[in-house]
């Protein structure tokens, strides 16, 4: 619906070039989302700030890679210093004493922030940004985009119904969604358009298993024999990636979808550098928010658009994890507690006993379950383990207590070194 509204009413003569082929290939490969990750597992004195529609926000404030497209290969900045579009380049990180890198890859299917040599593609300007900071690039080959500010009017007019409406009111919720919703669908991920479902045996499974042409995605047992089973042509994927012949009904841009999660990047790295520089404590980032041991600036926080608001003040509070993190308010010592994923309350003092070395939570939770076969959905209680792991930093115990962590260090293979 956002995608249609935008087309309709606020497109109009800007071109925004259709992605497929090879250049969907390599161009998704900058797209990695946001920035989320734990510094300092607990601390006191804890705020907690989020930013008021941030990727809408960078939508309303930069330019976006449209138009043309055109490949190069070389140094391109030697010829063009504002060169705008996404680069091959080999990334040396600066000094090992870097507790919060800003530029993050997929390290075995996992988003890390490392330090190290290794070879990416990145947007443009998050290369340039990064620079500030010691960041080396080599520049190797890439594809250049006109740029132009295409999200301007529509994000006006749905910050403005936003802001007039209560979060009661319908029209607030509708616009928050319509707000936050566009950005996702130029980076559909073309993988999707080649999955197909078919019900077979459970006795020919092991011919889908053991076949180099399917790659099983999800498998659901019917419960009579039989099983729902997801399969992706891998080898069908890659023969359009080569043949540049999907669909371009599909109206996918991953170059949008990446410069703007890239543009929200800059934004948040730029507030981790200049709160460290000022010897600010950084607890725990995501994508839109940050916890740190003292107030941000006043000029920092309002209600208007790519502000900051305290969300929480934590006399302390504790992080775990990715979306995992709970602390006591101060004001009226009520306990907030996150989980991704879990639905049910966990007490803080649960939370906090997972800083003890090997320590961890089996907790249980209802979770719905569909069987296809008597067209039923079933409540289960399932097991949720909760535990600290180290798949975006290293650990870091002291008398078997958690206290702190670090960056991974890669090599130019993209493992994991130290």
Not at 191 to 199: G, L, S
Not at 246 to 259: G, L, P, R, T
Not at 303 to 311: H, P
Not at 381 to 395: A, H, S, V
């Amino acid at each position: 619906m956002a995608f249609g509204i935008f087309r309709n009413k606020y497109l109009k003569e800007k071109k925004i070039p259709l992605i497929t082929g090879q250049i969907f290939h390599e161009l998704k490969k900058s797209y990695t989302g946001g920035s989320t990750d734990v510094y300092i597992p607990y601390g006191r004195n804890v705020k907690g700030y989020d930013v008021n529609s941030l990727y809408p926000s960078k939508m309303l404030e930069n330019p976006m890679p449209v138009g043309n497209i055109t490949y190069f290969e070389g140094d391109i900045t030697k010829i063009n210093s504002n060169a705008f579009g996404f680069f091959d380049v080999i990334i040396t990180s600066p000094s090992k004493n870097l507790n919060i890198p800003i530029i993050q890859t997929k390290v075995k299917e996992r988003t890390v922030s490392p330090l190290g040599k290794w070879r990416d593609i990145l947007f443009s300007e998050e290369i340039y940004n990064a620079m500030k900071y010691g960041y080396k690039f080599e520049i190797l080959r890439g594809y250049l985009f006109d740029k132009d500010y295409i999200f301007t009017e529509y994000i006006t007019d749905l910050y403005s119904i936003k802001e007039k409406h209560n979060k009661s009111h319908p029209l607030f919720l509708i616009s928050k969604l319509l707000l936050n919703s566009l950005y996702g669908k130029f980076g559909t991920n073309l993988e999707i358009f080649f999955d197909t479902q078919i019900v077979i045996d459970n006795k020919e499974m092991i011919n889908i298993i053991n076949s180099d042409k399917y790659i099983i995605k999800d498998a659901i047992d019917l419960e009579n024999d039989k099983s729902l089973v997801i399969i992706f042509n891998e080898n069908k994927y890659k023969d359009k990636l080569i043949e540049s012949t999907i669909d371009s009904s599909k109206n996918i841009s991953v170059s949008i979808s990446s410069a703007i999660s890239s543009y929200s990047r800059i934004f948040m790295s730029n507030i981790k550098m200049k709160l460290i520089k000022d010897g600010i404590k950084i607890f725990y980032t995501d994508t839109d928010s940050l916890f740190t041991n003292k107030y941000l600036n006043k000029n920092l926080i309002g209600t208007k658009i790519g502000q900051w608001k305290l969300e929480y003040d934590f006399d302390e509070a504790v992080f775990l994890a990715p979306k995992v993190y709970g602390g006591i308010i101060k004001k009226d010592k009520t306990e907030i507690t996150k989980i991704k994923g879990f639905k049910n309350k966990v007490s803080y003092k649960n939370l906090k006993s997972l800083l003890n070395k090997n320590k961890s939570l089996s907790l249980s939770h209802k979770k719905w379950h569909k069987n296809f076969q008597d067209s039923e959905i079933i409540i289960k209680d399932q097991i949720y383990t909760l535990i600290p792991t180290e798949n975006k930093r290293k650990l870091i115990y002291k008398n078997n207590k958690l206290i702190n962590t670090i960056p991974f260090i890669i090599n130019e293979k993209k493992e994991i070194i130290k």
